[in-house]
């Protein structure tokens, strides 16, 4: 399984409200924007575990500027 670094993270609501997800910019696509698939549960402090397997590490603090703006 691969783990992926995701900088400038938020947490996104998925289709629903059944799930969420984290969105943030992949560290080894330069910056490329991208969203996981759902989180089914935390690993660490700043680790998740999505429904594929896929370990995110959320690098740095929550964009909670963008979090607020949406709501």
């Known amino acids: 399984q ?3 670094c995701l900088t400038s993270w938020r947490i996104k609501v998925m289709d629903g409200n059944t799930a969420i997800c984290v969105e ?3 560290k080894d696509m330069k910056d ?3 969203h ?3 989180i089914m549960e935390r ?3 700043n680790k ?3 429904s594929s397997g896929s370990i995110y590490l959320l690098q740095g ?3 909670s500027a963008s979090m607020r703006k949406e709501g």
Request: proline fraction near 0%.
């Open 24 to 26: 943030g910019k992949r």
């Open 61 to 63: 603090n929550i964009d």
């Open 36 to 38: 996981s698939n759902a």
């Open 43 to 45: 690993v660490a402090h």
């Open 32 to 34: 490329l924007s991208w």
């Open 48 to 50: 998740v575990k999505t």
């Open 2 to 4: 691969k783990n992926v």
